[in-house]
């Protein structure tokens, strides 16, 4: 697991001990179907003894997490309308203080979710769902790819200083630190083969980062009690609220248009104030590809070219990462629908998942027409449609999918 030195807040002030006692324990609460009364007898507690923005985050990661098995205790059935009081007030008022949504995004589970395990700094969660193993590495991976990204990300600023006093070497000097990370974050995505089994992401792990927009099981969305009597409604969890891609899709001027492009933008109001304004800084800063267009020189375009390329080959792996983990899946639930035998602990996973989420991302998006065109949108940037090292992954095609599927054996 991940290795770092910087901590998150790991406890908050003794009187949200009520909070605290429940979030740690969400999964066993969930299990035993007394989630749901527990938060019912949870005192309403005021939200301004939190103070620093840590303590807000932790508590924003408590209630989040909270609100999630409680919507989702009894998976796809009974779901409820109402959050009740004790849940929505504080999740609202500590919500609006930090500029979030009240509902759980990657900025809760991924970000402000992890603390040092052991003195060699391996990483842990401080809050999970239910999944076991797969959660952690679910959330813990993603972060490994944030951590990826760092250098990167700090790059961004050297760019647009470079373009800016029209300095060649330093822009050409920060593109290759971007194409290294974003290399880096793709090694960091293949570890998900490794820690995170698919009948439990698809089985288990889903539902519980749904949200209550476009989504069938919610039709009405979610009234928060105390807070407005009109139903509202959020998207799920989805690293499409990362700032990661978003902020290196504004560097090298790839264009979202339409539908994908209007959910992602949307993604945007899932992320924290400041990340939001970073990706905005980007956009309104700089324009890298007219500037490489005007220099024309050699090593400077094949920075570029490469850093494109670095980006939709990330893209293509998580292209093939969904459809390990959704689209065989899905496939394989329709089969095993069908059939009314006895099956393995992880086929029975499969065939228990939610069928009203099945052809659809957590966020609520038609996932593959989506991913393809956000992954084509980015290959159409490059300056050359021939680059160097572009050696995108070839897509599954229907046939191989259900052939993956159909290899998953009924014993
Ligand atoms: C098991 C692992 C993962 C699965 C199953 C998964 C699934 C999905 C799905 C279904 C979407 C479509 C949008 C939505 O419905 O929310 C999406 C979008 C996205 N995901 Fe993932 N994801 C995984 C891991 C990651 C990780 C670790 C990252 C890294 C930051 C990531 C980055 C993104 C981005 C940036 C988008 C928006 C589309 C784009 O910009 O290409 N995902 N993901």
Redesign the pocket.
């Known amino acids: 697991m991940p290795k770092n030195t910087q901590m998150t807040e790991t406890d908050l002030p003794v009187y949200y001990k009520p909070w605290m006692d429940i979030a740690r324990n969400v999964p066993e609460l969930i299990s035993s179907h007394s989630l749901r009364l527990r938060i019912h007898d949870m005192p309403l507690l005021e939200t301004h003894l939190l103070q620093t923005h840590r303590e807000l985050r932790l508590a924003h990661l408590a209630l989040c997490i909270m609100t999630s098995g409680y919507v989702w205790q009894e998976g796809d059935k009974e779901t409820v309308k109402v959050l009740p009081r004790s849940l929505s007030v504080p999740f609202c008022e500590v919500s609006q203080r930090l500029g979030l949504p009240p509902i759980l995004i ?1 900025a809760d589970t991924v970000l402000a979710n992890w603390k040092k395990r052991d003195p060699d700094g391996n990483l842990d969660l401080l809050l999970t769902l239910p999944g076991g193993e797969s959660v952690r590495g ?1 959330f813990l ?2 972060l490994l ?2 951590f990826s990204a760092v250098p990167g990300l700090k790059s961004i600023i050297d760019v647009i200083n470079g373009v800016h006093d029209n300095d060649v070497a330093v822009v050409i000097k920060a593109l290759d630190v971007v194409s290294q990370a974003l290399d880096s ?1 793709k090694q ?2 293949k570890l ?1 083969h490794e820690y ?1 089994d ?1 009948s439990i ?1 698809y089985g288990i792990m ?1 539902i519980y980062l749904s949200g209550w927009k476009d989504n069938p099981l919610m039709p009405e969305g979610l009234v928060y009690e105390g807070v407005q009597e009109k139903p509202m409604e959020f ?6 609220q ?1 700032s ?3 902020s290196f ?1 504004e560097l090298l001027g790839v264009q ?1 248009e339409g539908s ?1 492009g209007a ?2 933008t949307r ?1 945007r109001d899932y992320m924290p104030p400041s990340h939001k304004q970073f990706i905005e800084h980007i956009s309104s800063r700089l324009s890298l590809r007219s500037f490489v267009l005007q220099q024309a020189d050699e090593h400077l375009t094949q920075s570029f070219e490469q850093c494109v390329a670095r980006l939709v080959e990330f ?1 293509n792996l ?1 292209i093939n ?2 459809t ?3 689209t065989i899946p899905a496939s394989r639930a329709k089969q095993l629908c069908a059939k009314n035998q006895d099956l393995t602990e992880e086929l029975d996973e499969i065939r228990k998942a939610p069928t009203a989420l099945e052809e ?6 038609g ?1 593959m027409t ?2 393809k065109t ?2 084509d949108e ?1 290959k159409g940037t490059s300056i050359s449609q021939c680059t160097t090292g572009n050696q995108v992954l070839p897509d599954p095609s229907m046939t191989e999918i259900q052939k993956a599927a159909s290899e998953l054996t009924i014993e």
């Not at 998207?235 to 499409?240: L, T």
């Not at 659809?360 to 998006?365: E, I």
């Open positions: 990657n679910f991976v993603t790819v944030e974050m960091a995505l998900m995170v698919p992401f889903r998207s799920g969890n989805s690293a499409a990362s990661l891609l978003h899709d979202h994908s959910f992602l993604m893209r998580h990462i969904v390990r983990y959704i659809k991302g957590t966020g609520g998006s996932i989506f991913l956000v992954r980015t």
